[in-house]
T-cell receptor, first 115, second 113 residues
Framework: DTGVSQDPRHKITKRGQNVTFRCDPISEHNRLYWYRQTLGQGPEFLTY????????KSRLLSDRFSAERPKGSFSTLEIQRTEQGDSAMYLCASSLPAGKGETQYFGPGTRLLVL | AQTVTQSQPEMSVQEAETVTLSCTYD???????LFWYKQPPSRQMILVIRQEAYKQQNATENRFSVNFQKAAKSFSLKISDSQLGDTAMYFC??????????FGKGTRLHILP
């Protein structure tokens, strides 16, 4: 069990560029979550998947954001036309089938800086 | 909407002392789950302890224990015999049956040698 991995760990981009982040969950976990954490704050829920189905999206997830989990394994989070306000840590977590407060295991995050 | 409030932005204690971190939450649901997560500096978030709301017994994990007061919607974390490695940001968190987690703003805990 290698844990949840995220790539890249750091990304610096210029305003207006598109960026894509990848998350690889723990292999037997069919739930995958994305959170965003700004400096000095707790993580905020963005979206989650059960297998390949995206079950919920937060209103924080504007139409510039899109997430996919095409084969129910890894997931990608894309931000189009980045803005300075998108600068944050993007966290991915995975868990076993849910509904019972299953423990979510977090990855190390991708820190995005938009210049 | 559910909310989680941590009223202590920052705390410092001497090594080996006991420290209690406070958390209150608001929900209209009867079945839910509460968590304390730890985020060490530049390291990833890990679960410290988990409590199921329908269980009256307070959860414990080695030096970590909670005081769960359901009626008061209070969920504090006690760390006994604190160690330097306990230095971290601690987040109180809530989830219901859909399992998305709502986090508080965190308490930054410093363990002093």
């Amino acid at each position: 069990d290698t844990g949840v991995s995220q790539d890249p760990r750091h990304k610096i981009t210029k305003r207006g560029q598109n960026v894509t982040f990848r998350c690889d969950p723990i292999s037997e976990h069919n739930r995958l979550y994305w959170y965003r954490q700004t400096l000095g704050q707790g993580p905020e829920f963005l979206t989650y998947f059960q297998n390949e189905a995206q079950l919920e999206k937060s209103r924080l997830l504007s139409d510039r954001f899109s997430a996919e989990r095409p084969k129910g394994s890894f997931s990608t989070l894309e931000i189009q036309r980045t803005e300075q306000g998108d600068s944050a840590m993007y966290l991915c977590a995975s868990s076993l089938p849910a509904g019972k407060g299953e423990t979510q295991y977090f990855g190390p995050g991708t820190r995005l800086l938009v210049l | 909407a559910q909310t989680v409030t941590q009223s202590q932005p920052e705390m410092s204690v001497q090594e080996a002392e006991t420290v209690t971190l406070s958390c209150t939450y608001d929900t209209s649901e009867s079945n839910y789950y509460l968590f304390w997560y730890k985020q060490p500096p530049s390291r990833q978030m890990i679960l410290v302890i988990r409590q199921e709301a329908y269980k009256q017994q307070n959860a414990t994990e080695n030096r970590f224990s909670v005081n769960f007061q359901k009626a008061a919607k209070s969920f504090s974390l006690k760390i006994s015999d604190s160690q330097l490695g306990d230095t971290a940001m601690y987040f109180c968190a809530f989830s219901n049956r859909d399992d998305k987690i709502i986090f508080g703003k965190g308490t930054r805990l410093h363990i002093l040698p």
